[in-house]
């Protein structure tokens, strides 16, 4: 038996009609990008989730479905294979958030799975759009060159072996080096956030399952220097020394003989303000290898120093030998000193002395400063004696020569001025290392060893 619709039936049943119009013509056009998509299926096997936004651009949703449907078909294979087998209820999360900062478009793509065992399974992947140049980047592509990447990738190792001792976790040494080795597939996750660059390690790269996804966040102001000029924060670039360090005329040493007088262990409040008070005697300038351990006591003088002109380097935190310590402990060594020194005259050294001049070319890649060593040493530290200091400079002196001297040893500070005066004498200027390399024309590199800077 047919039944008529009343007036409001026939209301309804329009309403409906344009409802179900109007949300076909959505799904025909694709949903507004504010919205997303929840699909679910529950059934007598396995339970079934999956969320994502949906996306304007095609090539990003078409990435995204890729993966869905691999994701989705290899689950549900592994779930008709096991038909007959009694087990638990499998289960099935998908899940795709993005985010947005600058021109970049991040896509976080996650899956929990359980089809049986111990625990869920799970499966990581990301995309990574640029706006700007309309196509999809890595983490390389941020970064000035190969050899920038590199650096970062040793960064993300420190940052990893720091988060494991001060959580108390003990990871794993050479399972973190492997997971942060410079391999683009060891950095699939990523983002630049206000605080720096946050890599995310699923489970089983860097450290156990049980520890999760390990995160770090490499400050803006250590990856700074490695990132093309448009992906830097520059903000963190700000010196905190106002003053303006003083910056010599070197045309006036060109036809001179150059020594280059640097001091190690320092500084020393005292004995390095004694000499600072008495270069302009024998207009030098010289190079102060600080100790990190030293500095937090002695602020002043190190940026009397440093604005008189001096170069100022490192020479590690603790003095210890960096070819007995490992990996992590060599880095942290170096940057906890350039931190410190950066945060009292506002720039990064660029040079390093190592401790008993002893590094491998496996620590200068870790380093990545210019590493100087030396030519002449009068043993100052041993002896403590000013003539004596003063004699064994003056007997070895020559064009180019980089003397090792202590400023923490008033004798060593004494007899370095008494051989100044006589090497004045003799023809010679007292240089910093940096201006030493400009005036020889050298362009400092990471890889060489400096032990003197002789003319060619």
Same mark, same amino acid.
């Given at each position: 038996?047919?039944?008529?619709?009343?007036?409001?039936?026939?209301?309804?049943?329009?309403?409906?009609?344009?409802?179900?119009?109007?949300?076909?013509? !959505?799904?025909?056009?694709?949903?507004?990008?504010?919205?997303?998509?929840?699909?679910?299926?529950?059934?007598?096997?396995?339970?079934?989730?999956?969320?994502?936004?949906?996306?304007?651009?095609?090539?990003?949703?078409?990435?995204?479905?890729?993966?869905?449907?691999?994701?989705?078909?290899?689950?549900?294979?592994?779930?008709?294979?096991? %038909?007959?087998?009694?087990?638990?209820?499998?289960?099935?999360?998908?899940?795709?958030?993005?985010?947005?900062?600058?021109?970049?478009?991040?896509?976080?793509?996650?899956?929990?799975?359980?089809?049986?065992? %111990?625990?869920?399974?799970?499966?990581?992947?990301?995309?990574? +759009?640029?706006?700007?140049?309309?196509?999809?980047?890595?983490?390389?592509?941020?970064?000035?060159?190969?050899?920038?990447?590199?650096?970062m990738t040793n960064l993300a190792y420190y940052y990893t072996m720091k988060l494991s001792e001060d959580d108390n976790k003990k990871f794993d040494e050479l399972w973190v080096?492997?997971?942060?080795?410079?391999?683009?597939?060891?950095?699939?996750?990523?983002?630049?956030?206000?605080?720096?660059?946050?890599?995310?390690?699923?489970?089983?790269?860097?450290?156990? +399952?049980?520890?999760?996804?390990?995160?770090?966040?490499?400050?803006?102001?250590?990856?700074?220097?490695?990132?093309?000029?448009?992906?830097?924060?520059?903000?963190?670039?700000?010196?905190?020394?106002?003053?303006?360090?003083?910056?010599?005329? !070197?045309?006036?040493?060109?036809?001179?003989?150059?020594? %280059?007088?640097?001091?190690?262990?320092?500084?020393?409040?005292?004995?390095?303000?004694?000499? !600072?008070? /008495?270069?302009?005697?024998?207009?030098?300038?010289?190079?102060?290898?600080?100790?990190?351990?030293?500095?937090?006591? /002695?602020?002043?003088?190190?940026?009397?120093?440093?604005?008189?002109?001096?170069?100022?380097?490192?020479?590690?935190?603790?003095?210890?030998?960096?070819?007995?310590?490992?990996?992590?402990?060599?880095?942290?060594?170096?940057?906890?000193?350039?931190?410190?020194?950066?945060?009292?005259?506002?720039?990064?050294?660029?040079?390093?002395?190592?401790?008993?001049?002893?590094?491998?070319?496996?620590?200068?890649?870790l380093a990545n400063m210019h590493i100087i060593l030396w030519d002449i040493d009068p043993l100052d530290w041993k002896y403590k004696n000013k003539n004596?200091?003063? /004699?064994?400079?003056?007997?070895?002196?020559?064009?180019?020569?980089?003397?090792?001297?202590?400023?923490?040893?008033?004798?060593?500070?004494?007899?370095?001025?008494?051989?100044?005066?006589?090497?004045?004498?003799?023809?010679?200027?007292?240089?910093?290392?940096?201006?030493?390399?400009?005036?020889?024309?050298?362009?400092?590199?990471?890889?060489?060893?400096?032990? /003197?800077?002789?003319?060619?």
């Amino acid at each position: 038996m047919k039944r008529r619709l009343n007036k409001k039936g026939k209301m309804l049943v329009y309403i409906l009609c344009l409802l179900f119009l109007t949300s076909s013509m !959505l799904i025909a056009k694709g949903f507004n990008e504010k919205e997303e998509v929840h699909i679910l299926e529950s059934t007598d096997s396995y339970d079934l989730k999956i969320d994502y936004p949906n996306i304007e651009n095609k090539k990003i949703m078409k990435k995204i479905n890729e993966y869905i449907d691999k994701q989705k078909e290899e689950f549900l294979s592994i779930v008709k294979k096991s %038909a007959e087998i009694e087990h638990p209820k499998y289960d099935f999360n998908l899940i795709v958030t993005k985010n947005v900062n600058d021109n970049i478009i991040y896509i976080k793509m996650l899956t929990y799975s359980y089809t049986g065992g %111990a625990h869920y399974m799970r499966d990581d992947d990301s995309l990574y +759009w640029n706006n700007e140049i309309k196509d999809f980047v890595d983490l390389k592509y941020f970064f000035k060159d190969e050899e920038s990447f590199k650096q970062m990738t040793n960064l993300a190792y420190y940052y990893t072996m720091k988060l494991s001792e001060d959580d108390n976790k003990k990871f794993d040494e050479l399972w973190v080096k492997r997971g942060t080795a410079p391999t683009i597939d060891n950095y699939r996750y990523f983002k630049f956030t206000d605080n720096g660059l946050e890599i995310m390690f699923p489970p089983y790269q860097v450290a156990s +399952w049980a520890d999760g996804e390990i995160n770090i966040t490499i400050s803006y102001e250590d990856v700074n220097k490695y990132l093309k000029e448009q992906y830097r924060d520059t903000t963190k670039d700000e010196t905190v020394a106002k003053e303006v360090p003083n910056i010599r005329d !070197l045309t006036q040493f060109k036809d001179k003989k150059l020594i %280059a007088f640097t001091f190690d262990d320092g500084p020393s409040t005292s004995t390095t303000n004694y000499l !600072l008070d /008495n270069l302009d005697k024998y207009n030098a300038r010289v190079t102060f290898f600080v100790l990190g351990s030293r500095v937090e006591n /002695n602020k002043e003088v190190l940026k009397k120093a440093y604005l008189q002109g001096n170069d100022i380097g490192s020479h590690t935190y603790n003095h210890r030998n960096l070819n007995l310590v490992s990996d992590s402990g060599l880095i942290d060594e170096v940057k906890k000193t350039n931190d410190k020194i950066k945060e009292i005259i506002g720039v990064n050294p660029i040079l390093l002395r190592p401790p008993y001049g002893n590094l491998t070319d496996h620590g200068k890649e870790l380093a990545n400063m210019h590493i100087i060593l030396w030519d002449i040493d009068p043993l100052d530290w041993k002896y403590k004696n000013k003539n004596r200091v003063a /004699n064994a400079i003056i007997e070895h002196a020559h064009d180019g020569a980089i003397v090792l001297v202590h400023d923490i040893y008033q004798s060593s500070v004494e007899g370095t001025l008494m051989a100044m005066e006589e090497l004045e004498k003799q023809g010679y200027a007292f240089v910093t290392i940096t201006e030493m390399a400009q005036l020889r024309g050298i362009d400092l590199n990471y890889q060489d060893t400096y032990f /003197n800077m002789k003319k060619n």
